[in-house]
């Protein structure tokens, strides 16, 4: 990769900013602009901060706050109508970061006498102006910002403008993590330029830091990796923030399209592999026997490799991380299995496996004497999986099965649909894409409002059932050539036009329909999420491919980033087989 200008992920001068820890304050003028600034082991950064200055009670009487005590408050006060804020670990890491913050000598000592009320009143009616702005002042807003951030949303590469994907710096923030994270609630640290690592093409400009007097922390030309800029993430110090190109760029579309290739080849090498690790399931070397059970779970349950976790860290669970306590054996061949996956969501299954399976896990579990805390596989990590793996195939690793599982799955529910009717095609499809979600453990809370949109269709398909009967009380007068049941005096005669009103009978039943479809995919969809599968695990091409046959525009399907993501897949033959 050689870029030969890179605009992306970095702030302008008000968005970059130090950690709210062990800073000084200061004032400046930058562009005859007043700005309130923060000191970092000695270098100064524009703060973007703009203090409202509505002061929150503590003990019943109002406190001042300096710059950066109130904008951490201001963070706590609008979370306060959400269940974050109800929530004793997330109270307890923000309550810990914020007194850090408040410094040892602060009047406020205690949180259980801190009321954020009036930070949080003034909160919902700045949320409120914003609601009541004109089309037009939300248009012209929209628009300024997208002027703003133009330059940084493109990178020439080997000579061809791409689109760059995510280009900016996190804000200050809490962490939310997913499930009963151990973190969430801490306070997020700011991104300096001096955090960043940008990676750039040897003889391009180095881009020029946003602050004056400042330099990003690293730049690299390195041409055997995608990212053009990273940084470490504040909370999870393993993790880091990468700024990549688009989606829809051609170099994200060419590793999408291998990585379906690689499930597509696994193909041709599934009915070996699956006859090989079978054969194994008795193996009198123990980490074998640990290895081909473990490719068995993770190719018929489409289970994640899984990693070691720290102590502070998400205690989710992987195949590979899979303890005693996860596992339950029931006769006669029963295999349940209890964890928190990716995101912490809750995988609860119950399946039938093979028997030597059952035997070799009830083995396992009285080798390790059946501590709840003990590993299931404890000689076993992910890269002793895939180093086996890998000489079955050519860079075959336990990722490429879930994608595989997912795709597969997919496509024989696809074919098994037989729905005629456009909205019934569609239905069939979401239906196939609903298993998969299901067979991937694809899980998104509850929306809040879904019992209250679920009302408002009923409504609607009763008002239109009550309108149904009316008409059909019509048609019998109209053929009858008497008047209409609620005929107004003076209207047109066409309301006597016995086709008419059969016409528009025959209308209102097709909206109850569809509104009653509407309802059922709403109740069965509520807790799954649906575009994870289309985004990450199913090939396009078969949705392509299935539009095309069914006769369904791709629009109805995929939304407008997939299809910016998958340009690429939309032009293939309908012949396409995977």
Not at 127 to 155: C, F, I, P, V
Not at 400 to 407: E, G, K, P, W
Request: proline share 4%.
């Amino acid at each position: 990769m050689n870029p030969k200008e890179l605009q992306s992920c970095f702030y302008d001068s008000r968005e970059m900013r130090t950690h709210y820890r062990d800073v000084t304050l200061h004032e400046s003028k930058v562009d005859n602009q007043k700005w309130t600034t923060l000191e970092h082991n000695g270098v100064i950064f524009p703060s973007p901060y703009k203090p409202h200055g509505v002061k929150m009670l503590y003990d019943g009487k109002p406190i001042d706050l300096s710059p950066d005590e109130e904008e951490v408050a201001t963070l706590f006060a609008k979370m306060k109508s959400t269940a974050y804020a109800t929530k004793t670990i997330f109270i307890e890491n923000f309550w810990s970061d914020w007194k850090q913050v408040l410094g040892k000598k602060h009047v406020i000592q205690k949180f259980e006498l801190c009321d954020f009320t009036p930070i949080c009143q003034w909160h919902l009616k700045e949320e409120e102006k914003k609601k009541q702005m004109s089309t037009k002042e939300k248009k012209q807003l929209k628009e300024e910002k997208l002027k703003e951030e133009e330059k940084y949303m493109w990178a020439i590469v080997d000579g061809v403008k791409q689109k760059v994907g995510n280009f900016r710096v996190e804000p200050p923030r809490f962490f939310y993590g997913q499930g009963e994270h151990p973190k969430m609630g801490k306070l997020k640290k700011y991104i300096n330029p001096e955090d960043i690592t940008v990676n750039i093409g040897k003889d391009a400009p180095i881009l020029e830091c946003p602050i004056p007097g400042h330099k990003w922390k690293e730049v690299r030309h390195d041409r055997t990796i995608t990212w053009l800029a990273f940084w470490y993430d504040s909370i999870n110090l393993k993790e880091f923030k990468y700024v990549i190109l688009d989606a829809s760029s051609s170099r994200k579309g060419q590793s999408d399209l291998e990585k379906y290739e690689k499930a597509r080849m696994l193909k041709d090498y599934i009915g070996n592999i699956r006859d090989s690790y079978t054969q194994n399931f008795k193996s009198q070397n123990m980490i074998e026997r640990k290895i081909v059970v473990a490719t068995y779970l993770i190719d018929r349950l489409s289970l994640r490799t899984g990693n070691q976790k720290d102590d502070d860290e998400a205690d989710i669970v992987g195949c590979c991380t899979l303890k005693v306590i996860n596992v339950k054996l029931l006769p006669p061949n029963i295999l349940q299995l209890d964890f928190l996956g990716k995101d912490s969501i809750r995988y609860l299954n119950k399946v039938e496996v093979d028997e030597q399976v059952y035997i070799a896990i009830d083995h396992f579990i009285k080798g390790i004497h059946a501590l709840d805390g003990n590993f299931l596989f404890d000689e076993l990590d992910p890269n002793i999986l895939n180093a086996h793996l890998k000489k079955i195939m050519p860079d075959l690793t336990t990722k490429v099965f879930r994608t595989y599982n997912a795709t597969i799955t997919f496509k024989k529910l696809l074919q098994e649909t037989t729905s005629s009717g456009a909205l019934e095609k569609i239905v069939g499809y979401q239906q196939a894409n609903k298993q998969v979600a299901i067979l991937c453990n694809h899980q998104c809370s509850e929306s809040k409002s879904h019992n209250a949109q679920m009302d408002k269709i009923l409504e609607k398909v009763t008002t239109f059932v009550d309108l149904v009967k009316e008409l059909e009380i019509d048609l019998i007068s109209a053929k009858k050539g008497k008047l209409p049941l609620n005929y107004v005096e003076g209207k047109p005669k066409r309301n006597l036009n016995f086709i008419r009103i059969k016409k528009k009978t025959a209308q209102t039943k097709a909206k109850i329909v569809k509104m009653k479809l509407r309802m059922r995919r709403k109740d069965d969809f509520r807790i799954l999420a649906l575009e994870t599968s289309k985004k990450n695990y199913l090939d396009p091409r078969i949705t392509v491919t299935w539009c095309k046959r069914h006769d369904v525009h791709i629009k109805k399907i995929f939304s407008k980033s997939l299809l910016a993501k998958f340009e690429w897949a939309i032009g293939v033959e309908k012949e396409y087989k995977f």
